[in-house]
């Protein structure tokens, strides 16, 4: 089994290559879909969460009220912290469950948004970089995503810097280049990533 971290700033098209590593035949294990399921209404995650910040994290239907949370954390490092403490043991717990599934001889895909900003790069056998212009992630953040410029560039300046994140690739994918080229340059990625797991068997 080859475990790939795969990240990029947020409008890099990391969700697109994804799909595309999916579609090749990787196993994706999606970090903030993770992050959610164990804060689902039910979860020993989401008492903990409660017990931490108080029930008016929740939404009229139990579950947790998202934006109601983050408004409290991202003013507060320190309350992050206490978030993150909670979250990250049992996103990872879920990951490694998830991943120990897989076959024996799959490319398990991590999509970790943070991936940088946590230091989690030693986690992975490989780590793929999703890469955009700043440029272009602002275009895509409010053209695609209706965001205001403002929020799009604060949303940006609080991840890694793109040179950050370069450091800790293993292998960039470009993806300020049309949809042809950005399906070619999978396809040549997923060929190299299946090559390294048969070597690693």
Do not use: C
């Amino acid at each position: 089994m080859l475990k790939v971290g795969l990240t990029g700033g947020i409008g890099a098209g990391k969700s697109e290559v994804s799909r595309l590593l999916v579609e090749q035949g990787a196993v994706l294990i999606d970090a903030d879909r993770v992050a959610r399921e164990v804060v689902a209404p039910g979860t020993p995650g989401l008492a903990a969460v409660v017990e931490a910040f108080g029930t008016e994290v929740l939404a009229a239907d139990g579950s947790l009220d998202r934006p109601k949370l983050g408004s409290i954390v991202f003013a507060d490092p320190g309350r992050l912290a206490v978030l993150n403490g909670i979250v990250h043991p049992l996103v990872g717990a879920r990951s490694r469950e998830l991943e120990s599934a897989a076959a024996e001889d799959s490319v398990v895909v991590h999509d970790v948004p943070l991936l940088a900003e946590n230091g989690l790069a030693p986690l992975y056998d490989v780590v793929v970089v999703v890469d955009a212009s700043p440029e272009t992630q602002l275009d895509r953040l409010v053209r695609l995503r209706g965001m205001t410029e403002q929020d799009a560039r604060a949303r940006m300046a609080a991840q890694a810097t793109r040179e950050k994140r370069l450091e800790i690739a293993d292998i960039v994918i470009d993806n300020d280049v049309p949809m042809e080229e950005l399906q070619a340059r999978v396809r040549e990625v997923w060929a190299d990533l299946v090559g390294r797991a048969h070597a690693s068997r």
